[in-house]
């Protein structure tokens, strides 16, 4: 077994699931950008609780207070277990022969997360080479140590500047980016590791994930995981799974692809349930056509499309106090997709559109999946898309009205389909060959179901008109003909606050270069640059063929 305690830095990457990237790399000695002193590195690592191996177990400890013993030395252990008044930890490397353990003692072997294990210790006995003690006097908990010297064996002393100096020793030096390669200040690396470790504790509780195709689980893996194990358990939906899970063990559950009954199992069940959809920046591709996500959202409060119930994002926006440079970074990230043309499955191109109906108004309306979820939880009592269409065309009679069919509609795999003679009767065009982001960027106006389109309307400053009642209707953005919950939104946020919570708090971005769980920043970068891999090709091209028989079937058209 190799001594992490010896060979590795007290910062370290999380050894995700299908990551390329494994550890930190540094371009020299430096300082931490942005930070006055090492002080407030040191705060940040304590606040984030990262370093060591955070990831770790979780394992069941004492309650109240307890003697903490991590060393190698037998005879150290021997001494703190003969004299030890109260319950005690033993944490060990690898399973100790020889000891003889009343019921005092919790023996924990293995990796382990150092800020759980030392969260109620009085005391920790270990060696002055293992960075428990560096964790341990960040968390202000008294040290013993054996006899042998060590990296951490200035920490043994009554000097007060020795963490401080350890570590200048340790993390001040140039790091560099592990998504850009550039060099960085220790402060960024260590707001990567506090996400991370945000990220994982977050995924903890959930012990199986139902209802995930094979396609999408290699890259949904990282994003749901709750680290210690070696990958997210992806279960078939079947019940004599879900039972044998222990009684309280939360699940991951993509519902539409669950039967019914499962789903009624899982809700009777009195688990906690997390709903994992799409995330509003999903990929370059369809998942129609077995794309696999780049960003989920994963929810266990209920799902941000269903206005009959709350929704962690709905909370977010209902009682989060938003931090000004958390706004500063929504307004930048809305600034970097609008540039880049990026929207919910397309790169978008940079030529502006010509404005067909010369001085007119022109509004975009915007196609849906009919049998969507989001549609048939929130599209209220619009009967499909024609009758959208029909209902923009009511509100707008002198507009020039663009309509654009949904992709997975158009690729022949979804229900949703306007023939075009029909659409024509309230549209003046009909669009399919256009990426929705350079369509937004002509029109003045955009009416929809629940359609993501307006809320990426919204982020270019556009009238947006909403028939059902989607995320983002209700708090004053938006003109609502939908019946929007007022009881739950009948207060105003920002545009700043909206992009805020619906883009930096509430997804999860996987960067498909590192496999690291990403800022959405960094994925918007790698699909405007077309680093965004493809995977399944082959059965990508099975869906493409599949959908274009029922297009041919249908008579679905798919060009304007």
């Known amino acids: ?120 210790a009085r005391m920790v006995w270990t060696d002055a080479d293992d960075e428990t003690a560096f964790i341990a006097a960040l968390m202000h908990v008294p040290l013993g140590f054996s006899r042998a010297a060590g990296r951490f064996t200035a920490l043994g002393r009554s000097d007060p500047q020795a963490l401080e100096q350890i570590a200048t020793r340790e993390l001040a030096r140039a790091w560099a980016d592990p998504f850009t390669g550039a060099a960085t200040g220790v402060d960024r690396i260590i707001l990567y590791c506090a996400e991370w470790r945000r990220l994982i504790d977050t995924n903890r509780p959930v012990m199986a994930a139902f209802g995930f195709g094979h396609w999408k689980q290699g890259t949904v893996d990282a994003l749901l995981w709750g680290g210690n194990s070696a990958h997210t358990p992806f279960l078939a939906p079947r019940r004599e799974q879900l039972d044998a899970l222990p009684a309280d063990a939360a699940v991951a559950l993509w519902k539409a692809r669950v039967p019914e009954s499962f789903l009624a199992a899982c809700e009777q069940s009195g688990r906690p349930l997390y709903e994992v959809e799409d995330g509003f920046i999903r990929s370059v591709g369809l998942g129609a056509d077995c794309v696999p996500p780049l960003s989920i959202v994963v929810d266990p409060v209920g799902v941000h499309y269903d206005p009959a119930r709350p929704s962690e ?72 898309n024609f009758d959208l269409l029909a209902r923009a065309r009511a509100v707008e009679p002198d507009a020039f009205i663009l309509y ?12 949703g389909h306007v023939a075009h003679s029909d659409a024509l009767r309230h549209a003046d065009a009909v669009v399919t060959d256009q990426p929705i ?25 556009k009238d947006v008109t909403t028939h059902g009642v989607p995320f983002y209707a209700g708090w004053g953005l938006t003109t609502d003909l939908g019946e929007v919950p007022e009881r739950r939104r009948g207060h105003k946020r920002t545009l700043d606050e909206l992009v805020a919570a619906t883009l930096l708090l509430y997804p999860r971005y996987l960067d498909p270069i590192t496999g690291l769980p990403c800022p959405p920043e960094v994925l918007i970068k790698r699909l405007k640059s077309g680093g965004a891999r493809r995977k399944n090709t082959i059965l990508v091209s099975l869906r493409r063929a599949q959908g274009k028989m029922r297009r041919w079937l249908s008579g679905v058209k798919t060009a304007s």
């Open 1 to 120: 077994m190799t001594d992490l305690r010896v060979t590795e830095p007290l910062l370290r990457i999380p050894p995700f699931p299908g990551a390329r990237v494994k550890a930190f790399t540094s371009t020299g000695p430096g300082l931490a950008s942005g930070l006055s002193s090492v002080t407030e590195i040191l705060k940040l690592m304590r606040n984030a609780r990262i370093g060591g191996t955070f990831w770790g177990a979780q394992p069941e400890l004492p309650q109240g207070d307890y003697l903490l013993v991590r060393t190698r030395d037998t005879q150290m252990r021997a001494e703190a277990l003969g004299q030890a008044a109260g319950p005690v930890v033993i944490w060990a490397q690898e399973e100790q022969r020889g000891d003889t353990l009343d019921d005092s003692v919790t023996l924990v072997v293995g990796a382990a997360d150092p800020w759980h294990m030392l969260s109620r």
């Open 437 to 461: 982001s350079t369509l937004l960027d002509m029109v003045d106006g955009v009416h929809v179901l629940t359609s993501l389109a307006g809320f990426e309307g919204l982020l270019r400053g």
């Open 313 to 384: 994002l709905e909370n977010l926006l209902i009682d989060r106090n938003f931090a000004p440079d958390l706004l500063v970074r929504a307004r930048q990230l809305c600034t970097l997709i609008i540039e880049s043309g990026i929207s919910k499955y397309e790169a978008g191109g940079v030529a502006p559109l010509p404005r067909p109906g010369g001085a007119r108004r022109h509004i975009l309306v915007t196609g849906q999946v009919e049998d969507d979820r989001s549609v048939m939880a929130g599209g209220g009592d619009v009967q499909g």
């Open 404 to 415: 654009k069919p949904h992709p997975d509609v158009l690729s022949g795999h979804r229900k």
